[in-house]
């Protein structure tokens, strides 16, 4: 007996369009062939003998759908049942994996978070005054704070920390020297340094409860260290702030430039 399979049908179905399929004597649709044409409505003109075998095999196509409708069902009940079971007070690390919102790696991803939106906030400050070196300083931080947070997530390598080709030691070096590289000394913040001064204080402090949180992450009691790239990166953050504050400061940072 010849079976008449759906890719055969489809070809036929492309090449002209047709609302009736004669099926010769002695063959037989598969039950993919009898749902193609009941879905589109063909009508199948068979002969007496073949009649029976047509409705079998329209019933398997049926009972195929009726299958295919249930797995789908009862996937999307899982799915929607896998998401009732996620606790109020726990979260997913990563993938499947739940842990509670309190967790080490959550509380690091919180403050990196936090970290994003105050330099949104400042550049846009910053922007406005005109002070675009300063602006473009900050948003290569910004990048790279958004790169670590995917690196942490993805479990990717974290490349070490360059802004505005300052390695992270020259970094170090810029911030504990200011005299010589940019002619004034050290300072702490003031009121009178105004508001610019102080926001980009606010953000070192922060970035300084971002090395705390990150060594909770990272570091255990046992002595043993994860992370090794973050940890170093965000050890320079709280330098890479001040050596901005000190440009401002010391003027090197202009309008316009």
């Keep these: 007996m010849r079976v008449i399979t759906e890719v055969e049908l489809r070809e036929k179905y492309k090449k002209s369009q047709f609302s009736t399929f004669h099926l010769p004597q002695g063959c037989r649709l598969t039950p993919a062939a009898a749902q193609f044409l009941s879905e589109r409505k063909i009508?199948?003109?068979?002969?007496?003998?073949?009649?029976?075998?047509?409705?079998?095999?329209?019933?398997?196509?049926?009972?195929n759908e009726k299958i295919q409708n249930q797995h789908q069902t009862e996937n999307l009940k899982t799915e929607k049942k896998e998401v009732a079971k996620k606790p109020e007070h726990m979260t997913h690390l990563r993938g499947k994996t739940l842990v509670a919102k309190n967790h080490p790696r959550i509380k690091f991803r919180g403050k990196v978070d936090t970290l994003e939106?105050?330099?949104?906030?400042?550049?846009?400050?910053?922007?406005?005054?005109?002070?675009?070196?300063?602006?473009?300083?900050?948003?290569?931080?910004?990048?790279?704070?958004?790169?670590m947070m995917r690196a942490e997530v993805m479990?990717?390598?974290?490349?070490?920390?360059?802004?505005?080709?300052?390695?992270?030691?020259?970094?170090?070096?810029?911030?504990h020297n200011p005299q010589r590289y940019f002619g004034i000394k050290h300072f702490m913040p003031k009121p009178e340094h105004g508001k610019l001064i102080a926001q980009l204080n606010y953000i070192r402090t922060q970035c300084r409860e971002l090395e705390v949180a990150a060594l909770d992450a990272f570091y255990s009691s046992d002595g043993k260290v994860e992370r090794k790239d973050i940890l170093q990166a965000v050890n320079r953050f709280s330098s890479l702030l001040y050596v901005m504050m000190v440009g401002l400061m010391s003027g090197h940072y202009k309008v316009g430039c």
């Design 117 to 147: 939106a105050l330099l949104i906030s400042t550049i846009i400050d910053v922007e406005k005054l005109g002070l675009s070196d300063l602006a473009r300083d900050l948003r290569e931080f910004l990048q790279y704070v958004a790169n």
């Design 43 to 63: 009508q199948v003109i068979t002969d007496e003998n073949s009649k029976l075998e047509l409705k079998v095999q329209e019933n398997e196509a049926k009972d």
């Design 155 to 175: 479990e990717e390598t974290l490349p070490p920390l360059s802004i505005r080709s300052w390695s992270e030691k020259e970094i170090r070096e810029i911030s």
